[in-house]
């Protein structure tokens, strides 16, 4: 064998999901009663790895949606791979109204088994071995894995997420430097995960250009973007005026909406790449499951103002999250969208990975570590806030007395 | 970039879906009007592209326990990304009883996107840049794809179909002498697509001590391995008394059962490559739908005689099918198990792939050119019989009159 490639072995090391957010059950907890400082904290269980959709239930009649489809036959369990023609049909013109640009439903629209099988369907499509990729740090862990998957090489780009709001964005100076240096694909989550940064107009305009400019492939995951918080201005890539030749947006509603149990997600944009993406997912699971995909008829037509007060609840379950963990001064960015937050921990007598131990073992809370997001972060937390609000309250102050407990 | 690798348009060109089964609106039937002999046919549309579930419908209760899914919330919508562990322990009990080998539930089971999706996560966990993988042919269309998809390298193993049952099977002395040239990794699929050949005892158990032998990885792809034919007897490779150190079994209910619009498969065997494919899973798409496994637990547990029946009525078909090819001269095998015909055609004045359009255009039937198979077989066409029986057989007749129209 001639090709300078990993060995499956190593590529396999690469995708490591022991500290993967909802894989916690398959960890081994090992020696930790030694390791324990003082006693179990009680409190009722809360699992930040994901949003609760007991506590935040799917969208009214999505499981109606589901049935009808059922009902529908043949016709809707074998559609074609890029999804269902009636349903993207629909969904293209309430993608486009909300993204602020047209989509043709036949050629640049493909429903995809959940957004993670959208975002490895445009990496599969874009990203093959020696393809460098722009990664922001901290970003969606799965991300970094995809590239490497392929055979890409990531460049990673800092996100300062840190400062002020309004110079808070990836360094559009790396990303210059990056595109002049043979990359080839640019890859984003804006609202950012782990943070809630959404990526100001400035930023989102500057990265158009330079993606215009040097003929760089983008994808951006926009997941979160439906729910934006009060005062807050979201900018979507596709609706600016010079566009790159090669973009994907990727959505879906598992989050927001809750519907993850459906496993559904969107990708539109550049048709050759839908293409490819269809292509690939034929070999990978032929399409997103046919009587799911009727759910999407719920999607961006919920009832009037449910979308508003999940939002409000949301918001003010950050509020009080962040409440606490600025009274505990862990340094923590107020999330302008979707519900991630991303404290910061001071210096403590365990490793990060310990600590997350501790954390569901005398705690009874699941966060995931920093380092999913960014390999060098390893100092932060990642919560889904999207819990039932007492209990998130509650689980976030035995967060506070266990770094009370172990630091330095 | 100095790696010996496909470009990306090499790698899609690869995996072009357009003769896929399922993708025929996706063609264009271009000038066929000119093309065209004689008049329309007539008679009802009929899709041998796929089964028909509005013919025979799911498994009864299916849409119950998805529903107990959905309404058992947040545990069963994220469930670990190999499959909720209530589902896996009680599939591990049923398929083992089937299959004849106990299986771990913990460490030994993946419950995948389709039977799908269980292909693509074993050839990824053991293919990668150079590996040479033995394929047979004719077989499922994308194990080839797959292979080369992972920048594996094909090593066709030719598949004899057309003699006496009794002699049968792939061609074990390529097979051994792939082993001996470095291949490592072996997949098939038996009851074979698009045959319906079972691979016999002898065949099984001389290509489990060959994989032992020269330690090569096997995947086997049992999908159609419940719908057998009278007389008939399965072997599974699992069963043998020495077995391979590496094998994974591929089976799902969407076939036999009709569950396809619900997207599920499992895979069982080796830990390791077990691990390895929740690690992918991970990236790909996260998990099967959540909701959707629930209806696993009306897998091999179907209600008294409804299998039978099932079988019963495809083996009607099968007969009927058989008698009217055999009739006009089209040499076609008799199926032993799942609902595939692979009819031979004679010397026609068109190719393959416009009699195929011309099939779907002048006499409203679908089928799959053998090509898909087998990239060297221009001469047969593939049919999935689970259809409407009298629709099936107006399409059948319909089908040797097309031959009659266009043979030379």
């Not at 060995?7 to 916690?24: I, R, S, V």
């Not at 036959?73 to 049909?89: C, D, I, L, P, W």
Request: aromatic share 10%; with cysteine.
């Amino acid at each position: 064998m001639n090709h300078k490639t990993m060995t499956l072995d190593e590529k396999f090391k690469a995708l490591e999901a022991n500290n993967a957010p909802g894989q916690e059950i398959r960890q081994n907890l090992g020696d930790i009663n030694n390791i324990m400082l003082g006693d179990k904290l009680g409190g009722a269980a809360v699992d930040f790895s994901h949003g609760d959709v007991d506590a935040f239930p799917p969208t009214p009649d999505s499981d109606t949606a589901w049935k009808k489809g059922f009902r529908q036959g043949g016709s809707q369990a074998y559609t074609e791979y890029r999804g269902s023609a009636e349903v993207r049909n629909k969904l293209a013109v309430r993608l486009a109204k909300f993204t602020g640009r047209s989509i043709n439903a036949n050629s640049e629209l493909i429903i995809t088994p959940g957004t993670q099988g959208a975002l490895f369907l445009a990496l599969g499509a874009s990203v093959t071995v020696g393809t460098k990729v722009a990664v922001v740090e901290p970003d969606y862990f799965a991300n970094r894995k995809l590239v490497k998957f392929f055979g890409g090489e990531v460049v990673p780009i800092p996100l300062n997420y840190k400062g002020s709001q309004l110079h808070n964005s990836p360094d559009l100076n790396r990303i210059e430097e990056a595109f002049k240096n043979e990359t080839k694909v640019l890859v984003f989550s804006t609202p950012n995960n782990p943070t809630g940064l959404v990526y100001s107009k400035n930023t989102i305009t500057k990265i158009a250009d330079l993606a215009a400019k040097y003929e760089v492939t983008v994808i951006v995951d926009q997941l979160y973007s439906r729910m934006l918080y009060s005062g807050e201005i979201y900018t979507h890539l596709r609706s600016c005026n010079i566009q790159p030749k090669n973009l994907i947006t990727i959505m879906g509603p598992s989050k927001t909406e809750s519907l993850s149990g459906f496993r559904l997600g969107v990708a539109f944009g550049t048709s050759k790449l839908i293409e490819r993406m269809e292509c690939l997912q034929a070999i990978v699971s032929l399409r997103a499951a046919g009587y799911n995909q009727a759910a999407l008829d719920t999607w961006f037509q919920e009832p009037l103002g449910w979308m508003e007060s999940r939002i409000k609840e949301h918001e003010s379950i950050r509020d009080e999250l962040l409440d606490i963990f600025k009274t505990a001064k862990l340094y923590t960015a107020s999330p302008q969208a979707g519900s991630y937050l991303f404290p910061q921990l001071p210096s403590l007598s365990v490793d990060l990975y310990t600590f997350v131990r501790l954390l569901r073992y005398q705690a009874n809370v699941i966060v995931t570590p920093g380092s999913e997001f960014d390999p060098a972060c390893k100092d932060s937390i990642r919560l889904n806030f999207s819990q039932n609000h007492s209990m998130a309250v509650s689980a976030a102050n035995r967060i506070v007395k266990m770094v009370e407990i172990y630091k330095t």
